[in-house]
């Protein structure tokens, strides 16, 4: 993101508690919507973390409003947005992980896609300059187009229907091996019916020294099968005992 964004960013955050944190005022997310180069949906969260969950990322929040709730509305975008929408949306969000676009290895940070932008904008007020447990550091926030590679990788959304949680990255099997016999070790799982798209060679050459696999199953309970049975253990037939991921 530029300077100038960042620096919008800080300017929307001058107006803080007593305790150190940013304000989740109205006056913060107009700020940002204002703003020539207007926040997207999706926030990208540098962070080095493995193994961060949705609950993990909620703790920087206050707890969610409940049915009760009664906020102030705010004038966005020409539309009235009731308060407790606002604050509502911003509970609302995926997360997803960060990965190669093309081979699925997971890259460093994770994404938060929220319904709105009014959302993603109010959560970045909210959680700025806090620390997130586990992690050490300081909370550190970026929007970012939807429609970046690293937030969508085209191989997750090939397939009508599958979501990321029905799906397996299969690293370390040998790099000669075939599609066939992959299909030949996983009999008696709920592949996808079309075997081109259940069982995608990712990487791995005559040169290389192992290869990567995308497993595509008709559920989500096929990648846990798939990774209790196999992960570090041995793959059948073979002298492999490749790791098994499930995509997040």
Known sequence: ??????????????????????????????TFLDHPEKP???LYLNCGAHSLTKADILTLLPPAPGPGFQG??????????????????????KLTRSRDPDTLIPWVGYFLEFPTREAAAKFYTAALGQRLRGTGGLVRLTFVDPGKRGARPPRLHEVPGVTRAMCALVAGLPPKLSPVSVERALMGFDLLKDKSEAIVKLAGDAYASESLWLIRFQSEEGPKRLRRQFHRRSWPLI??????????
């Open 1 to 30: 993101m530029k300077g100038s964004v960042m620096a919008s960013a800080a300017s929307a955050n001058s107006s803080t508690k007593k305790s150190g944190k940013p304000t989740m005022g109205s006056d913060s997310i107009l």
């Open 40 to 42: 997207s949906p999706v």
């Open 72 to 93: 102030e509305s705010t004038l966005l975008l020409g539309a009235e947005v009731s308060g407790t929408e606002a604050a509502a949306d911003m509970y609302r969000f």
């Open 239 to 248: 002298n492999a005992s490749p790791s098994v991921e499930i995509i997040d």
